[in-house]
């Protein structure tokens, strides 16, 4: 188990550098981390489960300026890296179950990951600060690339934190009550369409969402 | 400037955030590109702006641009260009990009994803709709990096109008991006129950039960909608959601 844990807590704080520190190709995203990670796992398919689920949740949290928006990608990796873990580790593996606690932990790393990023940029004051001190052309550069090491840190230990805590309840996951998968996702899912409807109807496009609606219906007439 | 050049300098540039700080936010990474980038004879033009050096912060796709037309001009790299520039893209290019784009491109995604939950009623299923997550970041990629790579070429060609030229080409789609938003958004809202009547909730039999069910999962989105007064409540709603429906469970 320590070994997995090991594998996940690296691969996810790798994926995870594409959300500053290198790129931002946007393969942190939910949706492209989830399937991603659980493919690496052979659980391709209940990653892109929980990252479509989990993508529209967060999807009006922008990073404009220094504003430091909640963790999705962090929700995304730590989502999937629980039921990989959980998978391997829990007696009894219920699916609804081990897939609840992948939500309810993925929601709960978007905060403690949004903690670590403001961290993560006061610690890198020093690296601005120490330019004053020496303004080598190498040392700039060192500076710059040495962000790349803390920001894998901070997502090392962010997804660490998780691992950890999923081990000590484990145990206790058994005791959840049963229900359809189906009814689990429609709440992640509903308040994503709740954060999508604030860039929305602020921008006043109801007609536009309207005729959006009479399509959706139209597709279930098609579909029954 | 020649495609080796250019490919050089697009790798360098995605390095811009790495060291972000709240002093001085993308600065190590400007710079750092810069030095990286200028000819050895010219560095000294640019260190000596480092001596009055401000928090720079802008769009990271769109820095491109500003690099290209500090490469343009080697000898003549001014600070006040990029700090009307840094403030021109972090609106507009955050407005193209982070507002109206990804979540556009990331809204038709899981549409798709759902779309393909419905049709298939099977998660472990292997589909065509597996490939969803491609058409986002496939699309993506080729915008907001092609935005970068395209900024390096044209500053480095034609200086300042390529910024002009680039404001342009952001300003343009953005009411388009906002209807189609606006239309996905439409889709899911009615998709999501279908999802949940559907393929998951077998349980459910009657026609009646089907509306209410319906009916239900609205009220959640319209409540979530109400209580949702910043990006922060996204988490703590959802958090209280899973509670409630395990305290439902429970009981």
């Not at chain 1, 690296?10 to 493919?39: H, T």
């Not at chain 2, 030095?35 to 796709?61: C, G, H, S, W």
């Amino acid at each position: 188990m320590i070994g997995t844990i090991v594998l996940l807590c690296v691969i996810g704080a790798i994926v995870l550098l594409d959300k500053l520190a290198i790129g931002e190709f946007s393969i942190s995203q939910p949706i492209i981390a989830c399937p991603l990670i659980g493919l690496i796992f052979g659980e391709f398919h209940i990653g892109l489960l929980l990252g479509g689920v989990l993508q529209l949740v967060w999807v009006g949290a922008l990073p404009l300026g220094a504003k430091e928006p909640m963790d999705s990608q962090g929700a995304g990796v730590v989502a999937i890296a629980t039921f990989i873990l959980a998978k391997k580790s829990v007696i009894d593996f219920n699916l609804e179950k081990v897939l609840f606690v992948g939500l309810f932990f993925g929601v709960l790393a978007s905060i403690v990951g949004q903690v670590g990023a403001q961290m993560l940029k006061t610690y890198n004051n020093r690296l601005f600060k120490r330019i004053d001190k020496d303004s080598s052309i190498k040392r700039i550069v060192v500076n710059n690339y040495l962000g790349i090491i803390t920001s894998f840190i901070k997502n090392l230990v962010v997804i660490l934190i998780f691992q950890v805590l999923l081990v000590a309840v484990a145990p206790a996951i058994k005791l959840l009550p049963s229900f359809y998968l189906g009814e689990l996702i429609v709440i992640p899912l509903a308040i994503g369409v709740a954060s999508l409807a604030k860039i929305i109807i602020f921008k006043r496009r109801i007609l536009y969402m309207a005729i959006g609606a009479l399509t959706g219906v139209l597709l279930w007439v098609i579909l029954r | 400037m020649g495609y080796f050049a250019i490919i050089k300098a697009f790798i360098i540039s995605l390095f811009l955030s790495s060291s972000w700080s709240y002093l001085g936010r993308q600065s190590n990474g400007i710079w750092a590109i810069i030095l990286q980038l200028i000819k050895p004879d010219k560095r000294d033009n640019v260190k000596a702006m480092l001596v009055e050096r401000n928090a720079f912060n802008t769009n990271p796709y769109c820095t491109g641009v500003m690099i290209g037309i500090a490469l343009n001009d080697e000898n003549q790299i001014k600070q006040e260009s990029f700090v009307t520039l840094q403030s021109i893209f972090g609106s507009i290019g955050d407005e193209y990009i982070w507002r109206t784009l990804r979540p556009t491109l990331l809204s038709i995604s899981v549409l798709v994803l759902l779309i393909g939950y419905l049709w298939i009623k099977n998660i472990y299923a292997v589909s065509a709709f597996s490939l969803t997550p491609l058409m986002f970041l496939i699309p993506y990629n080729i915008a907001v990096q092609g935005i970068r790579i395209k900024g390096i070429y044209q500053g480095k060609k034609i200086g300042v109008m390529a910024a002009v030229k680039l404001v342009e080409y952001l300003r343009r789609p953005i009411t388009k991006f906002y209807n189609l938003l606006a239309f996905v958004m439409g889709m899911i809202v009615v998709i999501i129950p279908l999802v949940y009547l559907s393929s998951f909730a077998e349980h459910i039999k009657s026609f009646t039960e089907s509306v209410a069910a319906f009916f239900t999962i609205l009220g959640v989105v319209i409540v979530s909608y109400f209580l949702m007064r910043s990006e922060r409540s996204s988490s703590y709603l959802l958090i209280a959601g899973l509670l409630i429906f395990l305290l439902i469970k429970v009981l």
